[in-house]
């Protein structure tokens, strides 16, 4: 997908440090994505989310552990994304968990899940209508309930990066409990024109 923005992975024809960086301070320390979200990508995504296709989540896992190999992340633990307890309940499952646990059984990380919540529930991101709506969307939405992230680099595991603002609430709430960095990984990001 390259050229990237060196710090948030989203598309920049120079390859140099993007516009929205430049003029925000951000807690998350990089963000990577190997996919676009469009064509196969966002089918799999789809089935894996809303289609109950977990059995795909180890073949997806595996296409992140084959561009961490050739794009190493700084890491001693990965943690997902977490849900906000209603939405677990109507899915079952959360996605980026499973991606989280096969991912780190490929590359022989551990895996923290008990730490990171998400305690303030909104609407779904994808149906945020800008950027400044979903940045309100996670102000305050995720807390981190333990110290078992202190000390240690995280690699935040999600489905589909937008806009990072989800990834930048999280990476808030890890380093409040002394995480040293927090670099985000998502399967797909969405291309913002």
């Known amino acids: ?15 140099i440090l993007c516009s929205n960086c430049r003029a925000t301070q951000t807690e998350i320390d990089g963000i990577r994505s190997p996919f676009r979200f469009d064509g196969v990508t966002r089918q799999a995504i789809h089935q894996l989310k809303y289609s109950n296709l977990k059995a795909i989540s180890p073949c997806l896992a595996e296409l992140l552990a084959n561009y961490l190999e050739s794009n190493p992340l700084p890491g001693e633990v990965l943690v997902p994304v977490p849900l906000h307890p209603k939405r677990l309940r109507e899915r ?20 923290i899940e008990d730490c990171l919540i998400r305690v303030k529930e909104a609407k779904p991101q994808v149906k945020a209508a800008n950027l400044e709506e979903r940045q309100r969307n996670v102000i305050d939405a995720f807390s981190c309930r333990n110290a078992r992230v202190s ?17 930048e609430s999280c ?8 995480a040293i960095s927090v670099w985000g990984l998502t399967l797909a990001r969405e291309i913002q024109e």
């Open 151 to 167: 000390g240690k680099q995280v690699i935040l595991i999600d489905d589909v990066c937008t806009s990072g603002a989800t990834l």
């Open 171 to 178: 990476a808030q709430a890890l380093k409040s409990k002394g």
């Open 92 to 111: 079952g499952y959360n996605q980026s968990k499973l991606l989280a646990w096969e991912l780190g059984k490929l590359i022989n990380v551990p895996v």
């Open 1 to 15: 997908m390259p050229p990237i923005c060196p710090k948030c992975g989203s598309h920049q024809a120079s390859g």
